[in-house]
């Protein structure tokens, strides 16, 4: 099936440092989403983007997050500074129409 | 408050058995529901998608959706071990840019045994 790839699959990173997670999509989606999943528990919508624009985001997307796809390269998403609490595996997603495809995650440890 | 309660947080089936998931909304807004399926370690995988009142097969997976209780269901007929997951009900709402905005529940933990 349609495949969504994420680099880099796990980073350890110290508290206050900038951390950029990068997603390449599924290559005719036009679509775009990060999910937060923390211990395995439900995943947690971020936001997500269209035509290089955001088009919603949640509460959780924080001042601190920033998220962009220049000229359709990796959809990228930015922390920067991180914190304790933004320890968490990231998922971005990309969709066509309905239904989101997901990648493997990349799991974020903040230190 | 979460908008999508799955239940149970946890079910055991024998292989070759029937597995079955509950889901509700808490919100009427949400008129497009997924079940998502994921293994440890990994993102999770569109198993089904349902949109309309009534059941919904394909292949071992029954969907049954009922928009005026808000309650979502998946069946799994015949439960292999590589059924072992976890198992998320996902619902949106169709308007807008609110459409690709899951909502997920907090999961059903499968484990069928061999």
């Known amino acids: 099936g349609p495949k969504v790839l ?5 980073q350890i990173i110290d508290m206050g440092q900038m951390v950029t997670l990068n997603c390449d999509p599924v290559s005719n989606h036009l679509y775009f989403y990060w999910y937060k999943q923390i211990l395995g528990q439900q995943m947690e919508f971020l936001v997500n983007f269209y035509n290089g624009k955001v088009m919603e985001k949640s509460k959780l997307f924080k001042d601190q997050f920033s998220v962009e796809r220049p000229d359709g390269s990796y959809f990228t998403l930015k922390i920067q500074p991180t914190a304790l609490e933004d320890s968490a595996v990231y998922f971005c997603a990309s969709s066509l129409q309905y239904t989101l495809y997901f990648g493997e995650g990349s799991r974020l440890i903040v230190v | ?105 907090a999961g059903t933990q499968l484990i069928v045994i061999p």
Not at chain 2, 41 to 63: N, Q, V
Not at chain 2, 71 to 76: E, K, N
Request: aromatic content about 10%.
């Open chain 1, 6 to 10: 994420q680099i880099p699959s796990h």
């Open chain 2, 1 to 105: 408050q979460q908008k999508v309660q799955q239940s149970p947080e946890s079910l055991s089936v024998p292989e070759g058995g029937m597995a079955s998931f509950n889901c509700t909304s808490s919100d009427r807004n949400f008129q497009y529901f997924w079940w998502y399926r994921q293994h440890s370690g990994e993102g999770p995988k569109a198993l089904m998608s349902i949109f309309s009142d009534g059941d919904k097969k394909e292949g071992r997976f029954t969907a049954h959706l009922n928009k005026a209780s808000l309650h979502v269901s998946l069946h799994i007929r015949d439960s292999q071990p590589s059924d072992s997951a976890l198992y998320f009900c996902a619902a949106s709402d169709p308007r807008g840019s609110a459409l690709g905005r899951l909502h997920f529940g």
